[in-house]
């Protein structure tokens, strides 16, 4: 089958929904299928290259992923002929992959990582005039009708459904990966102590927490909760690897401003962002790792904690009761007084402990190869060409 993928970033840009796709993609090829990816064209990389089966190409679009949705639509109405599905995500992929599958009666399915409609408010520090627009692109985005809707967790598929009604038949649920084998990978205790040592943790309860600052992570709510956890725990040391991204340095800021405040920023450590690799030497080093989310789509910072062994505090928030297992507790989001009293009862032992739950690669691919195929089978489009797109341009992966 030849899979279109019409996408605002893919590699070397890297995030969680980019390896999502990557994983997805060349697993796709791997199994035999024709997969091309359209995405934004980053300054330094080739405009068209080969990796891992894949072949990419990438729009000039003055590094705008917003610039994308518009200089995207000449290549993807192109592209498009070739493809028996196309396959996009939001958000500003989404309007080019709609309108080359209309054009070219292909049919279209939308990957959805999270529905925020009517909660822009509840879920950002956004003026209102901000989440106001925000809100109005999710439901433009929305408004066209794609042949399929799949959802990354049942949180995110029953978000859909109140948004969209009257497409509840065209959604469902098709989980992500998550390849666990990294975080499960056991550390030396004598790395553990070196970790220790070098950042000065010595005979420290670390309460650890990790990801982007931004309002929906909920870490504000971490740090009004330390207080409490300090005062009962004594030796307790609040660890945070925080983006460092220039849209959250106010943010860090006013979280360091506030730990004064608090009187705990001797307690309060916030160091800079890590590779992605080395992430799990932290969270096997930590004594408790906190997720105080006020939403997620699908958790993977959650089944990237769950993996270690490390007894995980976390919101009973959307996605998160899905992935969640192993040592853990789940506490009421947005409530310092939870989080606290979930840290407090951690450490002395009192936490749940569940089957591992397992979301393999394998299954995510196949059920989208399923959902392709049924898709294709059902809808009138136009079948194979006999001409041949454009040669690929080989290059090293």
Request: charged share 25%.
């Amino acid at each position: 089958m030849r899979i279109l993928f019409i996408l605002e970033n893919y590699l070397p840009h890297i995030g969680g929904v980019e390896i999502v796709f990557k994983n997805l993609c060349e697993g796709l090829a791997a199994r035999g299928h024709d997969v091309t990816v359209l995405t934004h064209h980053i300054p330094g990389t080739r405009h068209e290259e080969i990796l891992d089966g894949v072949r990419v190409v990438r729009i000039p679009c003055k590094d705008s992923r917003y610039l994308f949705t518009f200089a995207a639509i000449p290549a993807a109405i192109r592209y498009a002929k070739y493809a028996d599905i196309i396959h996009t995500t939001t958000f500003n992929g989404a309007p080019p992959a709609w309108l080359a599958a209309r054009t070219r009666g292909k049919p279209v399915v939308i990957m959805v990582h999270e529905s925020w409609i009517g909660k822009w408010r509840a879920y950002t520090d956004f003026p209102a005039w901000k989440a106001w627009m925000h809100e109005a692109l999710e439901r433009a985005v929305f408004l066209p009708r794609y042949d399929h809707y799949a959802c990354v967790s049942d949180s995110t598929a029953r978000q859909l459904r109140a948004a969209l009604p009257n497409a509840r038949r065209r959604i469902t649920t098709i989980h992500n990966g998550f390849d666990a084998s990294h975080w499960k990978r056991p550390i030396p205790k004598s790395a553990l102590k070196t970790l220790r040592d070098a950042l000065d943790l010595q005979g420290r309860y670390v309460v650890f927490g990790y990801g982007r600052p931004g309002t929906s992570k909920g870490f504000s709510y971490l740090l009004e909760a330390f207080p409490e956890i300090k005062r009962r725990i004594p030796n307790a040391t609040l660890l945070l690897i925080l983006s460092k991204d220039k849209q959250y340095a106010s943010e860090i800021d006013r979280m360091r401003r506030r730990a004064k405040d608090l009187r705990i920023d001797g307690s309060v450590l916030i160091i800079d962002p890590k590779p992605y690799k080395e992430l799990t030497i932290y969270a096997h080093m930590a004594d408790c790792i906190v997720v105080p989310s006020i939403t997620e789509g699908f958790g993977y910072t959650t089944l990237e904690s769950c993996a270690t062994g490390t007894p995980v505090v976390a919101s009973d928030t959307t996605s998160i009761p899905e992935v969640i297992h192993g040592k853990h507790l789940l506490v009421t989001p947005r409530d310092p007084q939870a989080i606290a009293h979930g840290v407090i009862a951690t450490k002395n032992g009192k936490y749940r402990t569940t089957p591992t739950r397992e979301f393999p690669w394998n299954a995510n691919i196949k059920a989208f190869e399923r959902l392709y195929a049924e898709l294709y089978r059902k809808k009138p489009v136009t079948r194979r060409t006999t001409r041949t797109k454009p040669a690929r341009k080989r290059s090293r992966s």
